[in-house]
């Protein structure tokens, strides 16, 4: 009987180890309770969110880092930041826009080298070049990246390279703005269409026309593309991507729409710039912050932007309006 007793009390002591260890896990606030690691982890094989590389990529999400630029000690330096504030570290001390992160890299173009494709470890080693293109827009998808090539005469075809910045190839020959790649398709506007929307393969193929308005800052969300129509007094609009179905979502002068979830984020310039949102089904839009406002990234909870009453210096607040601060 003391033996059985022993074991007895062996098998408590045991059980009641499990349970606290399960109970500590699920408290501890690690890496897959961060709800910025959901955000992170919605990008799926992309490298930061179309409404945020549309607007310059200024941050993004990956795991319990948060990435973003910093000009207050450089001209835009790549910095990150654990989700809970600490352990902020300086990556780079490049003119960076643009930032994807797919795995262990970041992708970024560097202006201090004539705006071509870089890369870095997300420890901030093993910096290298990856072409010699003018490269905007740049949107990093599984193992390809497609952006933009500026050339001396201002003119922009797509171009995709690897990852690893071989296998070169041009995509169109429309002189484009503000490329969106999801799947097998790039959304783009076509300047020598009067900025209309226009679709292609990301193979080169299947060249399609979406829209007949003077389109920019173009967000695909779903089966939906946001725009701002500058035909339209810069109100927001949205169309089917059959191009279908367009609709108005919102009336005064829009500019950096950034599409994210069931919200659109926008600078609103009959109210000064300032930050608005929206529902993406359109409605009351609400008031956000106080400062002209460019640039605008969503991560999470947190809005990023260029703010141009403080020298174009990069800011952060919440969706909600609350917590307004530097992104130092």
Request: proline share 1%; hydrophobic share 30%.
């Amino acid at each position: 009987m003391k033996i059985l007793r022993v074991i007895l009390l062996l098998s408590t002591l045991t059980l009641v180890g499990i349970l606290v260890c399960a109970c500590n896990t699920r408290g501890s606030g690690t890496v897959t309770d961060n709800p910025l690691n959901e955000e992170a982890r919605s990008y799926g094989s992309r490298g930061n969110t179309i409404g945020n590389i549309v607007n310059k990529g200024i941050a993004a999400a990956a795991e319990e880092w948060v990435y973003y630029l910093n000009n207050d000690e450089g001209p835009y330096s790549i910095y990150r930041v654990r989700v809970d504030g600490k352990d902020r570290e300086k990556i780079n001390d490049d003119s960076s826009w643009y930032i994807n992160i797919s795995g262990d890299w970041i992708y970024y173009q560097n202006l201090l080298d004539n705006g071509k494709i870089y890369r870095i470890k997300t420890d901030g080693s093993g910096r290298k070049k990856l072409n010699n293109d003018n490269s905007v827009t740049i949107n990093v998808v599984g193992d390809w990246i497609y952006y933009q090539n500026r050339t001396r005469s201002g003119a922009q075809r797509i171009y995709r390279i690897k990852t690893d910045g071989k296998h070169r190839e041009r995509v169109n020959d429309d002189v484009s703005w503000h490329i969106n790649v999801e799947g097998d398709w790039i959304y783009y506007m076509n300047s020598d269409d009067g900025d209309k929307i226009y679709k292609i393969k990301t193979d080169g193929s299947n060249r399609q026309k979406i829209n007949d308005d003077y389109s920019i800052y173009i967000n695909l969300s779903g089966e939906w593309i946001y725009y701002i129509n500058r035909n339209e007094d810069d109100n927001i609009y949205r169309i089917k991507t059959d191009g279908s179905n367009r609709q108005k979502i919102n009336d005064g002068s829009s500019d950096s729409i950034n599409v994210a979830g069931d919200w659109i984020y926008y600078s609103n310039w009959d109210d000064g710039g300032k930050i608005y949102k929206i529902s993406a089904e359109g409605g009351t839009a609400e008031k956000i912050n106080y400062d002209r406002s460019n640039y605008i990234n969503v991560v999470g909870d947190w809005i990023y932007y260029s703010n141009y009453d403080d020298d174009s210096r990069i800011y952060k607040i919440k969706t909600d309006g609350s917590a307004r601060q530097p992104a130092d």
